[in-house]
């Protein structure tokens, strides 16, 4: 019987190991396979970060471990990265163009890792889910479904804007996102429909507008509104349909929170322009009046959106499938 070393998953002999030499430096090479994955890692964060000092705490390392293994990429690539000051000043075209590769490298890794943990045992962690401000009250239709099938399973979901969520996804932070599909670009994504966002003027009870079944949104500018930040994409269609319409647009309070909305037009004083799918979730047509806005009846898409990566990670696949469950869209 032989006693052997396990390496790359075959036992390898020792009397075979000295006999071949070519294994050490097999060893070596697997070696620095992962230690230029981490190096890809450092070089990810930097480039999200931009700053060297906030990069080295995230990572866990001093300046000058991730300035050296930053130098030690460069070396073995042949190509300077990072444009270099007293500051950071930004990527070279050559690291620009590394960070792609990078983010494509550190995903598989990162997925393949998953996918052997998850053949051993199933799904499990912490599932990262971004979504826009308009958007989170319908979560939970995703995420208690989905616990139920993966108990082992938990959940950070965070508020974001979409453009948030765009970077989120292409730095690795997150697993998918729930944003707007057709309104602004996105990068390289695999999209799954869940339903079409349309909007209400939504005033309190105390507000004396009739028994209007529709309104025009004309109509609706002349309210003392309260509306999102202009860095969310919703403020941004609702912006373009006042326009549209020749309505000035001059809301008296803007807020990222639509909690802080819903509290504003509950006193009375304000109104809003609200997505009806978030009215109905908050059940609050006993404490609200939403009424639909018409000329046009505006509709835009928001979905699950993902890293388009094949194979997809096992927690991404099972997010999508059950996304696809839930789409109204789909069902229809």
Aim: glycine letters at 6%; charged letters at 25%.
């Amino acid at each position: 019987m032989y006693e052997g070393c396990l390496i790359g998953c075959s036992i390898v002999p020792d009397r075979k190991l000295k006999a071949a030499p070519n294994v050490t430096k097999r060893i070596a090479s697997f070696d620095a396979g992962y230690k230029m994955i981490d190096k890809l890692e450092m070089f990810m964060v930097l480039a999200r970060e931009q700053h060297f000092g906030h990069a080295a705490e995230h990572c866990g390392v001093t300046q000058p471990t991730l300035s050296s293994a930053l130098r030690q990429l460069e070396d073995h690539l042949g190509v300077v990265l990072v444009k270099r000051g007293s500051r950071y000043q930004g990527l070279t075209p050559e690291g620009e163009r590394v960070l792609e590769w990078a983010r494509h490298i550190v995903g598989s890794t990162r997925s393949m890792r998953d996918e052997m943990r998850a053949m051993r045992f199933g799904l499990t962690g912490q599932v990262q889910i971004a979504v826009i401000p308009t958007a989170l009250s319908m979560v939970q239709e995703l995420t208690t479904p989905f616990r139920e099938k993966h108990p082992d399973v938990t959940f950070a979901v965070l508020s974001r804007t979409s453009t948030e969520i765009q970077a989120l996804l292409d730095n690795l932070q997150i697993d998918v996102g729930i944003t707007y599909l057709d309104n602004e670009p996105l990068g390289r994504v695999t999209s799954i429909p869940l339903y079409y966002e349309r909007y209400h003027l939504v005033t309190s009870n105390f507000a004396d507008i009739g028994d209007r079944d529709s309104i025009t949104w004309q109509e609706a500018a002349k309210f003392p509104l309260c509306l999102l930040t202009p860095d969310m994409q919703n403020r941004r269609i609702i912006n373009q349909h006042l326009s549209e319409a020749g309505a000035k647009i001059s809301p008296t309070l803007e807020s990222d929170s639509m909690i802080a909305l819903f509290t504003h037009v509950h006193t009375g004083n304000w109104a809003s322009i609200m997505p009806v799918k978030m009215i109905k979730e908050f059940s609050i047509h006993d404490r609200v009046k939403s009424i639909p806005i018409v000329e046009p009846d505006a509709a835009h898409l928001v979905g699950m959106i993902a890293v388009k990566r094949e194979p997809a990670t096992p927690v991404v696949s099972a997010l999508l499938k059950e996304a696809k469950l839930l789409s109204e869209l789909e069902r229809a």
